[in-house]
């Protein structure tokens, strides 16, 4: 027979939504003492669009930059790609490009009209020894300031312009960071994007503690750099890049409509994906094993 108390915890599991791939994570879950959130997708709904379009010099037009980094961004599959091409098409047609490659965490890099085109984050101007022209830094500064994702495009070793692309915070993530936090717990987010714009999301969702500009295969790390101060941590996270952390981590909990690869590494799953789901995983635990020690 299923003890009472299991049958109970699935029972009411799967009312909240949570989904139970792993008994000894929920488990593990009522001593959770801090929460690493993935940024995109988790805390924000993960659809960006392009917000603003800044270009270096009056001698290229911003319907032709933004043509210039989907040329590049066509065969990428990333959520930053798709915003581009879909802009960028919706202002006129957007030029071919070939030998693309994908640079994993930093952007993409394809030929363009016979030329180097590349695009992408702060950390493909510094692996490309470039710096921001001080043409569009008040705008570029801005726009991270606000939250918003700021991408380079680059031709021929020379920065044409920067492009926003804006993504939602979700509206139950600063109620489930605050309650978390209510209940002693340290919140902390990793992402791959820039600092700047990492602060500017933690800061409006009430984050503790910000991991930026990390590479993904290095997003375990951060979760082992957690456990190395003592803490049980939990990892809430959408994507592929977050199934090695969610797996690293005391309890890997994947949210909604993650990728199947991180359900597979998440011992709990969340049906729905409201970051709320994290605090009933933890009243759950408590409720179903505080009686069992
Ligand atoms: P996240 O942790 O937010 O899921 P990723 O690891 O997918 O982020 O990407 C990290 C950063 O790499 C992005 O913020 C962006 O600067 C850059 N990047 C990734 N993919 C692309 C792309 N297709 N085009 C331009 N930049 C990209
Ligand atoms: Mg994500």
């Given amino acids: 027979a299923i003890p009472l108390v299991i049958a109970i915890s699935t029972a009411i599991s799967a009312r909240a939504g949570i989904l139970v791939k792993d008994r000894l994570a929920l488990e593990r879950m009522r001593q959770v003492d801090a929460v690493l959130f993935d940024k995109t997708g988790t805390l924000t709904v993960g659809r960006p669009a392009v917000s603003g379009v800044a270009v270096a010099s009056s001698s ?41 490659r994908s640079l994993t965490g930093k952007g993409v890099r394809a030929v363009v009209d016979g030329a180097e085109v590349a695009v992408g984050g702060p950390g493909l101007l510094r692996d490309l020894d470039l710096s921001v022209p001080s043409s569009v830094s008040d705008r570029v500064g801005e726009w991270a300031a606000a939250g918003s994702t700021v991408l380079y495009v680059v031709r021929s070793g020379a920065v044409l312009g920067a492009l926003a692309l804006a993504d939602e915070i979700r509206p139950e ?50 979760v082992t750099s957690l456990q190395s101060r003592g803490l049980t941590a939990a990892m809430v996270g959408d994507g592929v890049n977050d199934a090695p952390a969610l797996a690293r981590a005391d309890v890997g909990i994947a949210i909604g409509a993650g990728t199947d690869v991180a359900v597979e590494s998440a011992g709990v799953v ?22 069992m020690v």
Avoid: C
């Avoid at 993530?173 to 992402?191: C, F, N, P, Q, Y």
């Avoid at 969340?270 to 009686?291: E, F, H, I, T």
């Fill in 60 to 100: 290229l037009g911003e319907d032709e930059l933004l043509a210039v980094a989907a040329a590049a961004e066509r065969d990428s599959e990333h959520p930053l790609a798709r915003a581009i091409v879909a802009a960028a098409s919706a202002r006129g047609p957007v030029p071919a490009g070939s030998d693309f």
């Fill in 173 to 222: 993530s600063r109620e489930a960071v605050a309650l978390l936090r209510d209940e002693g717990v340290h919140t902390v987010m990793i992402t791959g994007d820039a600092r700047n714009v990492a602060e500017s999301v933690a800061a409006k969702v009430g984050i503790d503690e910000v991991f930026a500009e990390v590479l993904p295969e290095d997003k375990d790390a951060a």
């Fill in 270 to 291: 969340l049906a729905s994906d409201d970051p709320r789901g994290v605090v009933s995983a933890r009243v759950l635990s408590q409720a179903s094993y505080r009686k």
